[in-house]
């Protein structure tokens, strides 16, 4: 059975601070698919990194970062120097590749809220 | 520039009233999703099309039904919506085939039951 836990619920900060979030999966599948997306109070979920599990090199976008560890099951995602607009929800999320459809599991979801 | 678009973003229905909720794609991807998300709560998947072939989840209740006309448009209804069936519902679609793809999302349509 495949699960993705995101143990923070909600993480609040100021301002230009960094702020983590994490995401750790389950599965038994040998190849699978990582995800990150991020829902705004406008209710859109936007997609932000697909990453696949035989690529373990992180990654940066902007402000943006992810780090993928396979030996933790861990995909978590960094925000640096932070602002208003990146408060929102943030889902973590698994999907098989072995499903040619792609059946998204969820986490949870981990509540940023930016404050000036 | 929208890829995944939903009409209406906002929709008030009565206790029992049939609704129709409406998604449009210009990605001409072969698959399109609906979720239902209740507040605080990750996306539910309802249902699925892989091209016509229409896939249920176990759990979705038969009071949600879909359809898809062609690869561009997607209906989600709901045939006697209950004070439960309140929620934001979330389209997406996908270019699914050999490997998995993304999934992308339209703006939701947020509905009130009454």
């Known amino acids: 059975a495949q699960k993705v836990t995101q143990a923070q619920t909600e993480i609040s900060v100021v301002e230009k601070e960094d702020v983590t979030l994490d995401c750790v999966y389950e599965?038994?599948?040998?190849?699978?698919?990582l995800f990150w997306y991020k829902q705004p109070p406008s209710g859109e979920l936007v997609f932000l990194i697909r990453r696949n599990s035989f690529d373990e090199q992180n990654e940066i976008s902007g402000r943006y970062s992810w780090n993928f560890q396979k030996s933790t099951s861990s995909f978590n995602f960094t925000i640096t120097a932070s602002q208003v607009v990146d408060s929102a929800v943030y889902f973590c999320?698994?999907?098989?590749?072995?499903?040619?459809?792609?059946?998204?599991?969820f986490g949870s979801g981990t509540q940023v809220v930016v404050t000036p | 520039d929208a890829m995944v678009i939903q009409n209406p973003r906002y929709q008030v229905t009565q206790f029992g009233k049939p609704v129709t909720l409406s998604c449009s794609q210009t990605?001409?991807?072969?698959?399109m999703y609906w979720y239902q998300q209740k507040s605080s709560q990750a996306p539910k998947l309802l249902f699925h099309y892989y091209d016509k072939d229409f896939n249920n989840e176990a759990d979705t209740p038969d009071n949600f039904q879909s359809r898809r006309p062609n690869t561009s448009f997607c209906f989600l209804d709901i045939r006697s919506p209950g004070l439960g069936d309140a929620a934001m519902y979330l389209c997406?679609?996908?270019?699914?085939?050999?490997?998995?793809?993304?999934?992308?999302f339209g703006p939701g349509t947020r509905l009130t039951v009454l």
């Open positions: 999320a698994l999907s098989m590749t072995t499903d040619s459809w792609g059946k998204l599991q």
């Open positions: 990605l001409n991807h072969n698959v």
């Open positions: 599965t038994r599948d040998t190849t699978y698919y």
């Open positions: 997406a679609t996908s270019r699914a085939g050999e490997r998995t793809d993304t999934q992308y």
